[in-house]
């Protein structure tokens, strides 16, 4: 069944734009609503119960009040967490023993972009056939449950000093950060007030990036996809260390004392390598986007490796099917299944550091078994309605790319699962062709898609 409404990470769009209006919030808290009722079976008089976390955008306040009223109607009880990471949302539904949590965030998009998505009991991405359900019911007319029926709502006041304890929890008890000074860039996001007290209170000197949203400057020239504002940070202070989060700080990205930056692969080598030494890793699940020279260092280390379509929900299904815990994209999104059930920013650096500290290490020295091809990735924009996976000019153009590669790298198009972009990967070992080879399928996209 083909989903209208969910893309790969939950329903996202421009604020005031179809999906994400209060009108369709609203529908979409009560759909889920209803889906909650159903399935749980609950006895008379009971209520399931969700949360809702937030990023810092100006439109969450909007956006909260109508999902609250949504499920309200649908006779859903709600606790309100306010601006917490994504993760922090993952963590606190488990925790609290709540049937499903809510966070409303477009992640690293820009401030007028929003989205919903949602997270299991269990703390994890809703299975396929749940969203399905909840699409189902939205093309159903909106109802009320009866007064004596309706849900309830309550603030939790110390969501975000749940979560610092819980994130420190998942460093070693027998190390610290002393001694260390880390710039932490928190996106002017989800983490402002979360993540530099997390890294403070385990020893480091921290140095805020980011820290002060003000609604509209989420993501903007900070955080994750915006890495030179950690860069200059880290060599303006002399930093040993900088770490990037995105708006909602499910992802990260970080940065050494030279200004060397570390992404997704780079850093999920890190951690793999230091549980082999330990003894402790089964297996790395990567995307169709890692590095040809991550997975041939992992194979140097007779480490497992395996790919998944991009999206950390799909990592997230294949380190279940093969029974490993360890996985992540080389946008930052890393999943550590022996601390968290989910991808978590802070909890994946607490794990590199970790890994840096256990074996006496940089970041440059973790990672000097590792040789990456070049890539060069393209988004292009394109019309919605345009099909592009059965264009022929573009299909030439791929043949054509992989003949002059000769087996020696390799074509990927994508289509982006939360913005209108078709991304084409070209890697090879010569980086001028890579470059050549991208930008030539990148314009042929363009003027097939009438751009």
């Avoid at 539904?93 to 919903?116: C, E, F, K, M």
């Avoid at 080389?330 to 994946?348: A, F, K, Q, W, Y």
């Avoid at 030439?396 to 087996?407: H, I, K, M, N, R």
């Avoid at 939360?418 to 991208?438: F, H, I, S, W």
Wanted: overall charge negative; proline content about 3%; some cysteine.
């Amino acid at each position: 069944m083909a989903r209208r409404y969910f893309g790969t990470d939950g329903v996202r769009g421009q604020v005031g734009n179809s999906p994400i209006t209060p009108d369709f919030v609203m529908r979409l808290g009560y759909a889920a609503g209803k889906t909650l009722v159903a399935r749980e079976h609950l006895k008379e008089g009971e209520h399931p119960a969700v949360l809702i976390g937030k990023d810092t955008r100006i439109s969450g306040y909007m956006l909260e009040a109508a999902l609250e009223a949504g499920f309200a109607a649908a006779g859903v009880h709600v606790i309100l967490a306010g601006p917490i990471p994504t993760p922090a949302v993952a963590y606190l539904t488990r925790a609290l023993r709540l049937q499903a949590g809510v966070v409303i965030s477009a992640s690293h998009n820009p401030y007028y972009d929003n989205g919903i998505k949602f997270f299991s009991s269990s703390g994890s991405k809703l299975a396929d056939a749940v969203e399905e359900e909840i699409e189902a019911h939205l093309d159903e007319p909106m109802g009320c449950a009866d007064s004596a029926s309706l849900g309830r709502a309550r603030r939790i006041d110390d969501a975000a000093g749940r979560y610092i304890e819980f994130c420190k929890s998942t460093f070693p008890t027998e190390l610290d950060l002393r001694g260390l000074k880390i710039a932490v860039d928190c996106a002017n996001g989800a983490a402002y007030h979360i993540a530099p007290k997390v890294f403070h209170e385990l020893g480091a000197e921290v140095v805020t990036v980011g820290a002060a949203p003000n609604g509209l400057n989420i993501n903007d020239g900070v955080g994750a996809t915006v890495p030179e504002s950690l860069r200059q940070a880290v060599l303006t202070h002399g930093a040993d260390l900088g770490i990037a989060l995105d708006g909602d700080a499910d992802r990260l990205l970080m940065c050494d004392r030279s200004g060397e930056l570390y992404d997704g692969d780079k850093l999920l080598y890190v951690i793999a390598r230091a549980q082999h030494k330990e003894g402790r890793c089964n297996g790395v699940v990567g995307t169709l986007m890692s590095n040809l020279g991550f997975e041939h260092a992992l194979k140097r280390l007779d480490i497992p490796f395996c790919r998944a379509k991009v999206g950390d929900r799909y990592v997230l299904e294949l380190l279940h099917a093969k029974g490993y815990k360890l996985g992540g994209e080389n946008s930052g999104h890393i999943i550590c299944l022996d601390r968290h059930s989910t991808g978590d920013g802070i909890v994946s650096s607490l794990q590199v550091l970790a890994a840096l500290r256990t074996h006496g290490e940089s970041l440059s020295q973790a990672c000097s078994d590792l040789v990456f091809y070049p890539q060069r990735l393209v988004n292009v924009r394109m019309n919605v309605r345009f099909d592009w996976s059965v264009d022929s000019s573009i299909a030439a153009a791929v043949q054509a790319a992989e003949a002059e590669l000769a087996g020696t790298g390799r074509v990927l198009l994508r289509a982006s699962g939360t913005e209108p972009l078709l991304r084409v990967l070209v890697e090879g070992q010569n980086r001028d062709q890579v470059d050549m080879l991208a930008r030539r399928i990148a314009a042929v996209v363009t003027k097939s898609s009438g751009q």
